[in-house]
């Protein structure tokens, strides 16, 4: 009799644990789709679309009278030492822009080739007197939610190798996020640095560990100038 007993309880006890089981994974067997679809779904909820922004070629802006020291940037109240700038100073400090702001993926950068398209025939000097006027009408004819306009003031190589230099790397160039709806200038980005030695000013020791305690190219230079001031460029999602 008590074996009988004993022999019921455990029925009991199995049936209402399989019941219990049953209800606990009841949503999935009733809905099995629905969770392998989830996970999915979450991911494709991760994907936020860009807004689409270009980067015109950077424009080399040189002083207007001889022996001047100092030139107006692109835009807004701010003053760059001249100095050296090589032609194909734009074209380097463009190209660094695009695959360093592509790297970022704060905004949908198209390709290099359409932007020069369209910023060729642009007079240089009406790029100078109007900058952000320019931005806007590339932007408009290309549909574009924002341009990223620049100058490059000053480009000089440094002179010697990485392990000593008679004049060290120095550059000098701005940027500038324009919004093609109202003109508005939505970010701005400067850099106008010399390396330093170590030795040379104790406050400048940050410049020299910046190139990796070596003496680095001007185009190495701008690159590090670049990525500095990139890591404020907002994200532009749609």
């Known amino acids: 009799m008590n074996q009988q007993m ?7 006890a199995g049936a209402v644990v399989g019941l219990f089981i049953f209800i606990l994974f009841l ?28 980067i015109i070629p950077f424009l080399i802006v040189e002083p207007q009278m001889r022996g001047q020291r100092v030139v107006k940037g692109l835009w807004g ?44 025939g642009v007079d ?23 341009v990223v306009i620049g100058g490059v003031y000053r480009f000089e190589q440094r002179e010697g190798s990485a392990l000593g230099v008679q004049s060290p790397a120095s550059a000098a160039f701005d940027a500038h996020l ?9 970010w ?3 850099f106008d640095e010399t390396q330093h030695s170590l030795s040379e000013n ?4 940050g410049s020299f560990l910046k190139g990796g305690a070596q003496w680095v190219t001007v185009e190495r230079w701008a690159a590090i100038g670049v990525e500095s001031i990139l890591r404020t460029f907002p994200t532009l999602s749609r």
């Open 6 to 12: 004993k022999k019921s309880r455990s029925m009991v």
């Open 77 to 120: 109240n701010f003053f760059f030492r001249t100095g050296e700038v090589p032609m194909r100073a734009g074209s380097e400090v463009t190209a660094v822009f695009q695959r360093q702001l592509n790297r970022l993926n704060r905004c949908e950068v198209i390709p290099l080739d359409q932007a020069q398209a369209a910023a060729e």
């Open 202 to 205: 104790a406050l400048k020791i």
């Open 27 to 54: 949503p999935a067997l009733s809905h099995p789709q629905e969770h392998l679809q989830q996970p999915l779904q979450q991911e494709e909820e991760r994907i936020v679309p860009r807004q689409k922004v270009a």
């Open 188 to 190: 701005s980005g400067r």
């Open 124 to 146: 240089p000097e009406a790029f100078v007197q109007d900058p952000i006027g320019v931005a806007q009408q590339i932007g408009g004819e290309l549909g574009l939610y924002a």
């Open 178 to 186: 324009v919004r093609v709806s109202d003109k508005k200038v939505l």
